[in-house]
């Protein structure tokens, strides 16, 4: 039987695949909030409020993280603490972090190595099982072949198994947008 994180996982990486891809393509995204709220409610409809509530799963965005904003996490929430106390500090465990970046070709690299900075950052110091995700659409142009890994080797050795790169960018040998998963 599949574990909440895998469940969680694989809805994710449909979302971005096939919902964040279909509403980019319907121009029904303008900039990162949009993102955000786009992933957060595809991502509520394909795991369920039956699912969310028989797992006390709750999704949350703009969720702080030892002093760091996050812009969407899944957490696990402990229902008796939940009926008495503030919901930010009923979390009993993260299972999935999700930084995201919306950007046009203006932007540089920087904007975009800060989240993957802050996403090591949190794996290094977390013992949780948590998996993070850094789901980033770049509106550039790129041959294929110059499109790397934001996390350099030595952070991949890191992450093994624990973070996924979310890509979208215009691939100029097909002439349209890419949307990638690569998982570490």
Known sequence: MENCTQVVK???????TKDIKSDYNKHLLLKEDTLKNAFYYHLRKRLGDTFLKKNNLAIFTEFFIVGERIDLVVVEIDP???KTNYLGEC?????????M??????VQDGIFQKDVDKIM???????????????????V???EDEIDYWLNPAQQIVAKDRVTELLAY?????EKML??????
């Open 10 to 16: 694989r809805a994710i990486l449909k979302v971005w």
């Open 80 to 82: 008796l603490k939940a």
């Open 91 to 99: 979390v009993m465990n993260i299972l999935a972090v999700v930084e």
């Open 101 to 106: 970046k919306y950007k046009g070709a203006n």
């Open 121 to 139: 950052n949190y794996l290094m110091n977390n013992e949780m099982e948590t998996l993070f995700y850094l789901a980033f659409i770049r509106e």
């Open 141 to 143: 142009w790129f041959q």
């Open 170 to 174: 215009y691939s100029i040998n097909q």
């Open 179 to 184: 949307w990638l998963a690569i998982e570490h």
